[in-house]
Every structure is written in C-alpha cells, then in structure tokens.
C-alpha cells in the first residue's frame, strides 16, 4: 500500500517515516512539508493512506483532510498532532485513526492492525439490490428504501442538505464550483468558501454511501454531477401515471383520480429554495391543468357533485382563478341552489379586491348581473 506523509516539520516526518518502515510494508511515495502540494500527490501517486499533521501554519489539517476525501473518498487518513483537542473533529470526518505526538511505536502498531482491517472490510464488495430507490420531493425531502420504508436523512447542515438537493435537481448535469459557491457561500471569502464547498462535499458523499450503488458524484475539475442508477422520482412517476390517463374518459377517470392522489406537496415546498420554482411550477401546471379537465369531465356528464368537489379543490388551492368560480356559480346555478351562487360570486370579488387589487372579468361579471336580473 502507498502512504503519504505531510508534516512541516521535516523531522517529525524522518522519524514517522522511521517507525513506519520498522512497524509495517507501506510503501511511503511522499513526504511533504508543504501542504498544498499535497492533493496534487493523492492525485498522481493513486496513494492509500495521507498521515497528516493538523497544526500547520499553511492550511488547517482537518479542512485538507476533507479536500482529499473530496479526491478520494476511500482513501485512509491517520492524524498525527501534538493537540488532542482535535480529536473529536478528527473521528468526525471519518479518519481512521489519531496519533498524538510524541508517536510511540506500539500505539503505532495498533494503527497498522486498524488499517488492515478496513482493507480487508473493503475487499468485500457491497451486495447492491437491483430494487429501485424512490427519493421522494413532494413537500419535505425523504428516501423511500429498498425496503419500502420511508426514511428522512439527517443532513449534517441545511447548507449540506441544500447542496445535494441542487446536485439532485441538475441530476446528470455539470454543476460548476463556482456556481455552487455562489449559490451558498457567497458572503464568504473565496478560499473560505471552497474549504466549505468541500466541507459539504464530503458530508453529502458520507450521506451517499449509505445507498451503495444508487448514486455517483463525479467530481471533475470544474464541478460536480451527480448521477443516478435504479433510482425513481416520485413526481415523476407520478406525472407518468397522469399522461398515461390521458385523454380523460369514462374508461380511465378513475385511473387519472387515483394518481392524483400521489401529488401531496408541491416540489421542494417545505424549503424555500428559488431555484426550484421553475421545477415547481412545472409540476403545479400538471396538477391545475389535470384538475380542471376532471372538473370539466364530471361537468360535461351532468356529475354535478363530483365537479363541485374538483372545482372546489382548485379554488382552495388557486383562490384566484377565476375560471373554477366561475364553473361553481355555473354548477350552483344548474342545481338551483341561488344561495351560493351569490355566495361564490362574493367571494370571488373579495379575493380579487384584496390579493390582487382588480374585480371579476367582464364576462363573469355579466353573467352574474343576468342570473341575478331572473333568480333574485
């Protein structure tokens, strides 16, 4: 195995490199007393171990670490410092072991069998089920397993979570770094920034490997992609089952009912994320549009109750189209029930007064003066 040593001080690294050579077979392909070559190495020797030193003046050793999973999410890291108060940050990123300075050589050892091991745990390759992953977007974010269980993650931070979900939303896509720290860190400065980019990063991979096979994030040297396999969204699906139910007839009005039934939230509804409108309206076009060609169906078949029932639905959810009070004062009006018809137009000129600052459009607004002029 090939292992990289980085410390600043040469004379720590000539006497790890010393127990290293008496306690074990790696194969040492650098030692390094300036950090930011470092990543450059983990690159070009394809290393499988960094000890690390964490106080160098350069760069923090915990945000190197990180920027090296980045690289490489399998590889092995060891730190080696003379401050345990970085202890808890260290097991943190998932290294694999930590070594306080002065090093002594048993404790070196103890490293050695720790490495061997998870080489061995890795050797064995990971049973993936060809079962699909359902990643459900509707309102909140949650995974629903190859189990069928639904489970919700615990994002490290709302910025890790917000990262992967845009990752998840430009699925298959190029997404520049620079676009990425513009959408998140933008108040930071930029080498702050990136450490953060790849702070989170590492965590979404983290967050990943619980799901072998489903996800790949492709780290390029201009961005990201993450990609997907055997892996469903559920307003996709659902939008498949909604055109495949088209055109509405008496043949498959229950199918298209049923299916509408699936769309709970609109996409991404719970944050308050901009760059999902656009998605988010897509998604909300389908659902309006579906709605009032039920609506329109029960209508045209004399159903009156089940078109109030969808009319109804779309008002609360567009209290402002006009168009579905229009269809109930209609509806109300078939089933002489004059009460509402007035109650309907009411609410309609209530709404449009105080949402948006303007009353019904002429052609209702006649319609209701003649149904008045012969029913009240």
Same mark, same amino acid.
């Given at each position: 195995?090939?292992?990289?040593?980085?410390?600043? $001080?040469?004379?720590? #690294?000539?006497? /790890?490199?010393?127990?290293?050579?008496?306690?074990?077979?790696? *194969?040492?392909?650098?030692?390094?007393?300036?950090?930011?070559?470092?990543?450059?190495?983990?690159?070009?020797?394809?290393?499988?171990?960094?000890? /690390?030193?964490?106080?160098?003046?350069?760069?923090?050793?915990? =945000?190197?670490?990180?920027?090296?999973?980045?690289?490489?999410?399998?590889?092995? %890291?060891?730190?080696?410092?003379?401050?345990?108060? &970085?202890?808890?940050?260290?097991?943190?990123?998932?290294?694999?072991? &930590?070594?306080?300075?002065?090093? @002594?050589?048993?404790?070196?050892?103890?490293?050695?069998?720790?490495?061997?091991?998870?080489?061995?745990?890795?050797? !064995?390759?990971?049973?993936?089920?060809?079962?699909?992953?359902?990643?459900?977007?509707?309102?909140?974010?949650?995974?629903?397993?190859?189990?069928?269980?639904?489970?919700?993650?615990?994002?490290?931070?709302?910025?890790?979570?917000? #990262?992967?979900?845009?990752?998840?939303?430009? @699925?298959?896509?190029?997404?520049?770094?620079?676009?990425? %720290?513009?959408?998140?860190?933008?108040?930071? $400065?930029?080498?702050?920034?990136?450490?953060?980019?790849?702070?989170?990063?590492?965590?979404?991979?983290?967050?990943?490997?619980?799901?072998?096979?489903?996800?790949?994030?492709?780290?390029?040297? =201009?961005?990201?992609?993450?990609?997907?396999?055997?892996?469903?969204?559920?307003? $996709?699906?659902?939008?498949?089952?909604?055109?495949?139910?088209?055109?509405?007839?008496?043949?498959? %009005?229950?199918?298209?009912?049923?299916?509408?039934?699936?769309?709970?939230?609109? &996409?991404?509804?719970?944050?308050?994320?901009?760059?999902?409108?656009? $998605?988010?309206?897509?998604? =909300?076009?389908?659902?309006?549009?579906?709605?009032?060609?039920?609506?329109?169906?029960? !209508?045209?078949?004399?159903?009156?109750?089940?078109?109030?029932?969808?009319? #109804?639905?779309?008002?609360?959810?567009?209290?402002?189209?006009?168009?579905?009070? !229009?269809?109930? +004062?209609?509806?109300?009006?078939?089933?002489?029930?004059?009460?509402?018809?007035?109650?309907?137009? =009411?609410?309609?000129?209530?709404?449009?007064?105080?949402?948006?600052?303007?009353?019904?459009?002429? +052609?209702?607004?006649?319609?209701?003066? *003649?149904?008045?002029?012969?029913?009240?």
């Amino acid at each position: 195995m090939k292992a990289i040593l980085v410390d600043d $001080e040469q004379i720590a #690294l000539d006497f /790890l490199e010393n127990l290293l050579i008496k306690t074990s077979e790696l *194969q040492i392909v650098a030692k390094l007393t300036n950090p930011l070559l470092v990543k450059d190495t983990v690159k070009k020797t394809k290393s499988d171990i960094v000890f /690390l030193d964490i106080n160098m003046p350069q760069v923090n050793g915990l =945000e190197l670490a990180e920027q090296i999973l980045e690289i490489n999410p399998d590889i092995h %890291i060891v730190f080696v410092t003379a401050y345990d108060e &970085y202890a808890i940050n260290a097991f943190e990123i998932n290294a694999l072991d &930590y070594l306080l300075k002065p090093i @002594r050589i048993d404790r070196l050892q103890k490293t050695m069998e720790r490495l061997k091991n998870n080489v061995v745990l890795q050797s !064995f390759p990971n049973k993936v089920e060809t079962k699909s992953l359902q990643l459900n977007v509707c309102g909140n974010f949650s995974i629903t397993n190859i189990n069928d269980e639904i489970e919700i993650i615990s994002w490290r931070t709302a910025k890790v979570k917000e #990262l992967f979900l845009y990752l998840l939303h430009k @699925r298959e896509k190029l997404v520049r770094k620079s676009w990425l %720290i513009e959408l998140l860190w933008s108040d930071l $400065e930029p080498e702050r920034a990136y450490a953060q980019l790849y702070t989170a990063i590492y965590h979404v991979r983290k967050t990943l490997k619980k799901y072998p096979g489903f996800f790949k994030l492709e780290n390029t040297t =201009e961005g990201y992609i993450l990609s997907t396999k055997n892996v469903v969204i559920n307003l $996709e699906l659902w939008k498949e089952k909604i055109y495949s139910a088209s055109p509405i007839s008496s043949d498959n %009005i229950q199918l298209c009912i049923e299916a509408m039934e699936f769309y709970t939230a609109p &996409y991404f509804d719970e944050y308050d994320y901009w760059w999902a409108e656009s $998605e988010k309206n897509r998604y =909300e076009k389908i659902w309006l549009d579906t709605s009032l060609k039920i609506a329109e169906f029960y !209508f045209s078949s004399g159903q009156y109750e089940d078109a109030k029932d969808w009319y #109804l639905k779309i008002t609360t959810h567009y209290p402002e189209l006009e168009q579905a009070h !229009f269809a109930l +004062m209609k509806l109300f009006s078939f089933t002489n029930d004059n009460v509402n018809v007035q109650h309907q137009y =009411e609410k309609l000129k209530e709404i449009l007064k105080y949402e948006l600052g303007t009353v019904p459009e002429a +052609m209702i607004t006649n319609w209701y003066a *003649q149904w008045r002029k012969y029913n009240m």
